[in-house]
């Protein structure tokens, strides 16, 4: 499932603990496609806390409690790491991540936890949702086979990457235009992991936000460039990404773009999509200024010029998803629309 989707899935089912037909979510997917991200995302949206638990470094009594004696009873001293209306706020999102990396004496002590809402004499509270995530076997991690009770306990989703949907969050979180127009140039490398040939570095979304923090500190020493975005996306990305980069130098003037002079298109494919990841972050910048619409007019007149069109329609697409509805109200819209009105254009 592709994050956008699960990203609404999440969401809803974060606000349907209010009307208690919430059902426990498992999030399944490969190290680095943004499984822990889409968690923080969904409490960051709705201002909640994030309560992170990771079962694999956990003892079955520290979710149980340590049983004390009172009188002739047996009690048992409720974990504080567990939500609490009072301390923690009455909603939230209980985070069981790492969940297939859990020994099974683990993951027996979480089942009344996750289908039950309760543990012994704890219960979760009402407005707090539980949500888990934990890699596949055979993503070269500590896993253990998801027990069929516990299974059984969860709605499954199987998150993969997906290019539009990392670019529209990547111009979110402002990542280096040079990494989004290298990824529409290779977007095959977004995510590359293959944990038969067992790799310590690999490109995946994770990975090229660290190529982005890469860039911004040695983005001029060309001595470490190439070794440390090696480091960050492996040998062979991080070799293309700096000849990439070092490609740039030939780039037009796209300060004369956006002001609405004439400007060729470069002939060189991998230059056209450094243009428009470039033109896109240009448009993000003016978007709050009172020059917005001639800048994204410009923006929209310079991607009718691409020899190829289904490039302008990229672009223009990238406009939508990162500045939205304000796009329609840009005057030269409808005229780049009626001239690629035959270029299906799918979201």
Not at 303 to 313: H, I, K, L
Request: charged share 20%; with cysteine; hydrophobic share 45%.
């Amino acid at each position: 499932m592709r994050p956008a989707q699960l990203m609404t899935i999440l969401e809803r089912e974060f606000s349907s603990t209010l009307d208690g037909v919430h059902t426990p979510v498992m999030i399944w997917g490969p190290p680095g496609v943004g499984k822990s991200d889409m968690i923080r995302q969904t409490a960051e949206q709705h201002d909640v806390s994030v309560i992170d638990i990771r079962l694999s470094q956990m003892e079955p009594s520290d979710l149980r409690g340590i049983p004390f004696r009172n009188e002739e009873n047996v009690e048992w001293a409720i974990p504080a790491i567990l939500p609490n209306a009072t301390r923690h706020g009455e909603r939230g999102i209980l985070f069981l991540d790492e969940i297939t990396s859990a020994p099974p004496s683990v993951s027996a002590a979480a089942y009344q936890l996750i289908l039950d809402r309760r543990l012994g004499e704890y219960e979760v509270p009402e407005g707090w949702a539980i949500f888990a995530a934990g890699n596949r076997q055979g993503d070269r991690g500590v896993t253990y086979t998801m027990p069929a009770p516990l299974a059984n306990r969860f709605s499954h989703f199987e998150l993969e990457a997906h290019l539009d949907d990392w670019v529209a969050w990547a111009y979110k979180h402002e990542i280096d235009e040079r990494v989004i127009g290298f990824l529409r140039f290779r977007p095959e490398l977004l995510f590359d992991f293959d944990p038969a040939h067992n790799p310590v570095a690999f490109p995946s979304p994770r990975s090229w936000e660290f190529a982005h923090r890469a860039l911004k500190k040695f983005g001029n020493s060309a001595d470490l460039l190439q070794g440390t975005l090696q480091a960050c996306v492996g040998p062979a990305a991080g070799i293309e990404l700096t000849a990439f980069v070092n490609s740039l130098d030939k780039m037009p003037d796209l300060d004369a773009i956006v002001a609405g002079e004439p400007t060729p298109v470069p002939d060189e494919i991998d230059l056209q999509y450094a243009v428009a990841a470039a033109l896109v972050g240009r448009a993000i910048r003016a978007a709050d200024t009172d020059k917005a619409n001639t800048v994204i007019g410009n923006i929209l007149d310079y991607a009718n010029t691409f020899p190829q069109r289904e490039m302008g329609v990229m672009l223009v697409s990238d406009l939508h998803r990162a500045i939205g509805e304000a796009l329609f109200a840009v005057p030269q819209f409808a005229d780049w629309a009626n001239a690629i009105a035959d270029v299906m254009l799918y979201e």
